[in-house]
C-alpha cells in the first residue's frame, strides 16, 4: 500500500538516508560545523605562517643592521684595521700632494722626518708649543678685571692633532701634555728614565700593550684584543691610568657619572679641581703657579687636559683647558708679550659649558713604591672608578 511507505531524507552532502526530518537536520549541521571549523583551521595556519615570514625577515632586518652599525662604530673608534698613525699620515701627505698643497720634496722630506721618528718613538716636535703656563703667570699678575685669584699647574707643553692623528688621537696628545709636565718635575725623574723624551703616539700605543702584559686592566686589554699599535684606537682614562701607574706614576680615576647641578651641568667637577690646586696653596697671593701636575679629562667622543681654575670675582668658576683640537698658530697668541687677554677664550671653560652626561678625570700625586705597583697591578684586575656622588 503507497500510503504505508516510510517518508526518506536524503542528506545533500554525503547520501546519508534518514527516516527522521530532524535526525537530517542535525546531521547536516554536524557537516557544517566541520565545514567551519577547517575553514577556520586553515585561516590559522595561512595566519601563523604569513607571521613567522615577516618575522623571519624582520630578523635578518635587525642582524643586518647590527652588522653595519658594529662596523661603523669599529671604524670610528678605530678598530678597522685600517691602518694607524704612520698609514693615516702618509695618506693625507698625499693627498695634499695631490691637491697642490704640498711639494714632492716637501713630502719626501717630512716622510722621511716620520719615518725616522716612528723608528726612535720620540713624537717630532712639530705640534708643540711651550711656555704657555709661563705667560698666564705674568698675564694674570697684571690683570685686574674680573678675576680674584688663579691657579695654575706646573708647566706643561700644549700639543695638537696632526695628519697622522686627526680624528682619533686626543687620549694620546693630551698623554703626551701630561708626560711634558712630568718630566719637568724632579719627582719622577726616577719613573720617567726609560722616557726621557715625549714618546711618539705608536710609542705611546707600545707603552700601553706594556702595561696589559704586566697585567693592568685585563677588562680594558680584552676590548682592544690586546693590541694598539698599528690601529687609530681610542683611548680614554683607563688607558692613561694603566700607562702611568705601569710607570710607578701614582694616579686615580675620579668619575663624575652624573650631572651635580641644574640644566645638566657639573659644578662638582669644578669644586674638585679647585681643591686639587688649592690644597696645598696658603695666602692671599693672587696668582698660584702651582706645582701640581695637570689633570686628564675624558667625556665620550673627546678628552682635553686640565691646566688651571679661575676663581671670579663673583664666586664663580672658570676651568682652563688645553685643547688637543686647538692648533698651534691659536696657542701661539698666548705668549705673544702684548696679548690683552682676548685668547684666554682658548682655554676658558665656565660650568655652563661642560654639560656632558658624564665626565672622568685622571689626577697625578706622587710616585709609587715597587710594592704599591704590584698591588695597584692586582687592584687594577678588578679596577672601579671612584664616584663622586
Known amino acids: 500500500d503507497p500510503g504505508s511507505i516510510e517518508q526518506l531524507y536524503e542528506c545533500p552532502m554525503c547520501s546519508l538516508t534518514c527516516t527522521n526530518i530532524q535526525i537530517l537536520e542535525e546531521h547536516v549541521d554536524l557537516h557544517l560545523e566541520e565545514h567551519s571549523f577547517l575553514e577556520v583551521g586553515n ?44 698609514q693615516q699620515f702618509l695618506k ?9 698643497r704640498m711639494q714632492p720634496f716637501e713630502y719626501h722630506k717630512r716622510k722621511s722626518d716620520m719615518m725616522e721618528c716612528l723608528a726612535f718613538g ?4 712639530k705640534t708643540k708649543t711651550s711656555g704657555i703656563i709661563e705667560a698666564l703667570c705674568k698675564h694674570y699678575q697684571n690683570e685686574n678685571k674680573d ?27 693630551n698623554s703626551q701634555m701630561l708626560l711634558s709636565s712630568l718630566l719637568q718635575n724632579s719627582l719622577y725623574s726616577d719613573c720617567l728614565r726609560d722616557t726621557p723624551v715625549i714618546p711618539s703616539i705608536p710609542k705611546i700605543q707600545s707603552m700601553i700593550e706594556d702595561a696589559w702584559r704586566e697585567g693592568f686592566d685585563p ?20 688607558e692613561i691610568y694603566s700607562l702611568l701607574t705601569s710607570l710607578r706614576i701614582n694616579c686615580q680615576i675620579i668619575d663624575f657619572h652624573k650631572a651635580t647641578g641644574p640644566m645638566g651641568t657639573h659644578p662638582r667637577l669644578f669644586e674638585w679641581v679647585l681643591h686639587y690646586y688649592s690644597a696645598d696653596s696658603e695666602g692671599a697671593t693672587k696668582v698660584v703657579c702651582t706645582s701640581k701636575p695637570p689633570i686628564y679629562l675624558q667625556h665620550q667622543g673627546h678628552s682635553r687636559t686640565v691646566v688651571g681654575i679661575e676663581e671670579k670675582k663673583n ?4 676651568l682652563l683647558l688645553f685643547d688637543p683640537g686647538c692648533p698651534s698658530r691659536e696657542m701661539q697668541k698666548l705668549i705673544k708679550q702684548n696679548s690683552d687677554g682676548s685668547s684666554l677664550r682658548l682655554l676658558r671653560r665656565y660650568v655652563g659649558s661642560l654639560k656632558e652626561k658624564q665626565y672622568q678625570i685622571v689626577a697625578v700625586d706622587g710616585v709609587l713604591s715597587l710594592e704599591e705597583k704590584a698591588a695597584r697591578c692586582l687592584a687594577s684586575q678588578v679596577l672601579t672608578s671612584e664616584k663622586i656622588p
Request: with cysteine; glycine share 12%; aromatic share 10%.
Open 219 to 238: 677588562q680594558g686589554a680584552s676590548h682592544f684584543n690586546s693590541r694598539l699599535n698599528g690601529s687609530k684606537a681610542w683611548i680614554g682614562a683607563c
Open 315 to 318: 664666586k664663580t668658576l672658570c
Open 122 to 125: 720620540i713624537d717630532d716636535g
Open 147 to 173: 678675576v680674584r685669584r688663579v691657579w695654575l699647574s706646573a708647566g706643561v707643553d700644549h700639543f695638537h692633532s696632526s695628519l697622522g692623528d686627526r680624528g682619533w688621537g686626543c687620549g694620546y696628545r
Open 92 to 100: 693625507n701627505m698625499e693627498r695634499e700632494v695631490d691637491r697642490g
Open 43 to 86: 585561516g590559522d595556519l595561512e595566519l601563523a605562517q604569513q607571521l613567522q615570514m615577516e618575522e623571519d625577515k624582520w630578523q635578518k632586518s635587525e642582524e643586518q643592521r647590527e652588522r653595519e652599525e658594529f662596523k661603523k662604530l669599529q671604524r670610528q673608534y678605530g678598530l678597522d684595521n685600517s691602518g694607524g698613525y704612520k
